[in-house]
């Protein structure tokens, strides 16, 4: 496990699974969260408007979203001449659909009945981006993998939504917790599921480093080396 005593790593999200992966590689006191404020409905209206985008794109979408929130997280906080920086955001994508977090109980209960039986993706894209003083550099990826939901009773849905765990999730269910004995399969990064892949990650981690070359403070920056 690396302390980076010298480089902050700055998670732009406010999810406790992502801070909880990220602990698993890097000490917590080496991780700052630092949230900006980001319309994610507003952002993609904006990107509606951009000729030639294909809003059906689920990995192209997550990308732009991941980017925007790392614009926002420049664009709002002062930060240290040298950082590495990280955003994410993870889609449930069902026939072309995005299914968001549930509004209210009702929602819930609609989402965990449309994915009922029924293969889903979750699309996570994500933006590294870092800065050695005037040498900045950025990089985005994306990671699908393929969910497969067992014939639901409406029982077991009720079950599901009545103990509050999909109320803050995307898809209205978290695979780490009590929605687990709602999954048959997956097809593809577990982590991905959990809101960040971080295989993907290390591989934009490995970019940077390589960026950055025998710069010291990057030479270390995956917990292996």
């Known amino acids: 496990m690396r302390n980076f005593d010298q480089i902050p790593l700055i ?5 406790p699974r992502r801070l909880d992966l990220l602990g698993r590689f890097w000490r917590q006191q080496a991780i700052y969260v630092m949230v900006p404020a980001f319309d994610e409905s507003r952002f993609e209206t904006e990107l509606d ?4 985008y294909d809003r059906e794109n689920g990995r192209l979408l997550a990308q732009s979203l991941a980017q925007g929130k790392m614009d926002a997280l420049l664009s709002q906080f002062s930060l240290p001449s040298e950082y590495v920086a990280l955003t994410a955001d993870t889609s449930v994508v069902l026939d072309n659909r995005v299914l968001g977090k549930p509004k209210d109980r009702r929602d819930a209960l609609n989402m965990l009945r449309l994915l009922s039986g029924r293969t889903h993706q979750v699309i996570t894209g994500l933006c590294v981006a870092a800065s050695s003083h005037e040498d900045k550099v950025c990089f985005t990826a994306s ?3 393929h969910v497969l939901f067992a014939p639901l009773l409406d029982q077991q849905i009720q079950w599901y939504v009545d103990s509050g765990e999909p109320m803050d999730k995307a898809g209205a269910y978290a695979i780490q917790g009590l929605g687990a004995a709602l999954i048959r399969k997956i097809n593809g990064c577990y ?3 959990m809101g ?4 993907r990650l290390m591989a934009l981690l490995q970019q940077v480093a390589g960026h950055f070359g ?4 990057f030479q270390h920056l995956l917990p292996w080396n």
């Open 11 to 15: 998670l732009a999200s406010a999810s």
């Open 49 to 52: 408007d951009v000729t030639g």
């Open 143 to 145: 990671e699908v993998t």
């Open 191 to 193: 982590y991905n599921v």
């Open 196 to 199: 960040l892949p971080v295989n």
């Open 214 to 217: 025998s710069n010291p403070l």
